[in-house]
């Protein structure tokens, strides 16, 4: 117990090592990137000012301090587009539920109105639970056709080791699970959104079906896409099916991490829901098997295992005296 109680605070220190590298890398790689694109702006800034000396520096300021907010809600500044898309369509809002629903969250578009705020606020609380235990119960039920069974007929047919089978399996169905959900999308998306490259696309995917959702690349965005609202419904689909692909490969690990010593060296008191586990499974076979019913006389007796039943020699406050 004490031996794997430091080994958890082993991983928890790894953990924090690592949850600090990240941040370090990140900011490492993405600082230089921010302070060019300020300078590039601040240069915009400015020259946009000199050509236009007749506007002030407060009024562009809050121009575009409303300009970028309205964007944030989702409601494009542009004018020289074709015309103005409606973000709230109906199948605009789907796409919107279903993000919000699978907490994906891309924050493109966001409710504007209270009653809308509102609305989101009890929605989901229902919503969010129902929607992750119907993903939940149906990727465990997609587990046991794909995994469960496969595996069983697996060792029915050869004669290999059931640590071996798991491994063999999990790799080729995590393997076919990546290709479908993830290489085969990002090039449909790299097609059909034309700003985006196939790496893009493939950091889109990543990042909506792990639930991340940052939102910097959002389907069906661009001016003048043809029926964007029919393309995010697709998109939703998508994310749903998604969604339980992923829910299943964290079953599958899972399992795998069953078989696996060094994830159990983690675990405070395994080896004691290890023993509980083996005696729930002996423990009502040997009940069953020591209670014994007899019907005599119209009476029903039942007999009691060694365990249970009062030795022969002790006397427990009966009324009846000892023999002598």
Same mark, same amino acid.
């Given at each position: 117990?004490?031996?794997?109680?430091?080994?958890?605070?082993?991983?928890?220190?790894?953990?924090?090592?690592?949850?600090?590298?990240?941040?370090?890398?990140?900011?490492?790689?993405?600082?230089?990137?921010?302070?060019?694109?300020?300078?590039?702006?601040?240069?915009?800034?400015?020259?946009?000012?000199?050509?236009?000396?007749?506007?002030?520096?407060?009024?562009?300021?809050?121009?575009?301090?409303?300009?970028?907010?309205?964007?944030?809600?989702?409601?494009?500044?542009?004018?020289?587009?074709?015309?103005?898309?409606?973000?709230?369509?109906?199948?605009?809002?789907?796409?919107?539920?279903?993000?919000?629903?699978?907490?994906?969250?891309?924050?493109? #578009?966001?409710?504007?109105?209270?009653?809308?705020?509102?609305?989101?606020?009890?929605?989901?609380?229902?919503?969010?639970?129902?929607?992750?235990?119907?993903?939940? &119960?149906?990727?465990?039920?997609?587990?046991?056709?794909?995994?469960?069974?496969?595996?069983?007929? &697996?060792?029915?047919?050869?004669?290999?080791?059931?640590?071996?089978?798991?491994?063999?399996?999990?790799?080729?169905?995590?393997?076919?699970?990546?290709?479908?959900?993830?290489?085969?999308?990002?090039? &449909?998306?790299?097609?059909?959104?034309?700003?985006?490259?196939?790496?893009?696309?493939?950091?889109?995917?990543?990042?909506?079906?792990?639930?991340?959702?940052?939102?910097?690349?959002? #389907?069906?965005?661009?001016?003048?896409?043809?029926?964007?609202?029919?393309?995010?419904?697709?998109?939703?689909?998508?994310?749903?099916?998604?969604?339980?692909?992923?829910?299943?490969?964290?079953?599958?690990?899972?399992?795998?991490?069953?078989?696996?010593?060094?994830?159990?060296?983690?675990?405070?008191?395994?080896?004691?829901?290890?023993?509980?586990?083996?005696?729930?499974?002996?423990?009502?076979?040997?009940?069953?098997?020591?209670?014994?019913?007899?019907?005599?006389?119209?009476?029903?007796?039942?007999?009691?295992?060694?365990?249970?039943?009062?030795?022969?020699?002790?006397?427990?406050?009966?009324?009846? #005296?000892?023999?002598?």
């Amino acid at each position: 117990m004490a031996q794997r109680a430091w080994f958890y605070l082993l991983l928890l220190v790894i953990y924090i090592l690592y949850f600090t590298l990240g941040a370090f890398v990140f900011s490492t790689l993405e600082q230089p990137h921010e302070h060019q694109l300020r300078k590039r702006v601040e240069d915009l800034w400015a020259r946009f000012l000199a050509t236009h000396p007749c506007l002030s520096d407060d009024l562009l300021d809050e121009f575009l301090r409303k300009a970028l907010l309205a964007k944030s809600f989702g409601v494009s500044v542009l004018r020289n587009t074709s015309g103005y898309d409606i973000k709230w369509s109906y199948l605009s809002s789907l796409f919107f539920t279903g993000t919000t629903l699978t907490t994906i969250g891309y924050g493109h #578009p966001v409710p504007i109105s209270l009653g809308g705020k509102a609305f989101c606020l009890l929605y989901s609380i229902i919503g969010i639970p129902f929607t992750l235990s119907l993903l939940s &119960i149906t990727a465990q039920n997609l587990l046991i056709l794909l995994h469960d069974k496969t595996i069983h007929y &697996i060792q029915l047919q050869c004669n290999i080791s059931r640590r071996k089978v798991l491994w063999i399996h999990a790799a080729v169905l995590i393997s076919i699970l990546s290709v479908v959900f993830f290489f085969i999308p990002a090039f &449909i998306f790299d097609v059909i959104e034309g700003n985006w490259g196939y790496l893009d696309a493939l950091y889109f995917c990543f990042i909506s079906l792990t639930t991340i959702g940052l939102g910097d690349y959002i #389907p069906g965005e661009q001016s003048g896409q043809r029926m964007p609202d029919l393309y995010k419904l697709f998109v939703t689909c998508y994310l749903l099916m998604g969604l339980v692909a992923m829910l299943l490969v964290v079953e599958i690990m899972k399992n795998l991490l069953h078989f696996n010593q060094l994830y159990n060296m983690f675990l405070l008191g395994y080896e004691d829901n290890r023993r509980d586990e083996e005696i729930e499974q002996i423990l009502p076979h040997n009940l069953e098997d020591s209670f014994v019913q007899s019907n005599q006389a119209g009476k029903t007796r039942r007999r009691l295992p060694h365990s249970v039943s009062p030795s022969a020699d002790k006397s427990y406050g009966s009324i009846n #005296p000892p023999s002598s």
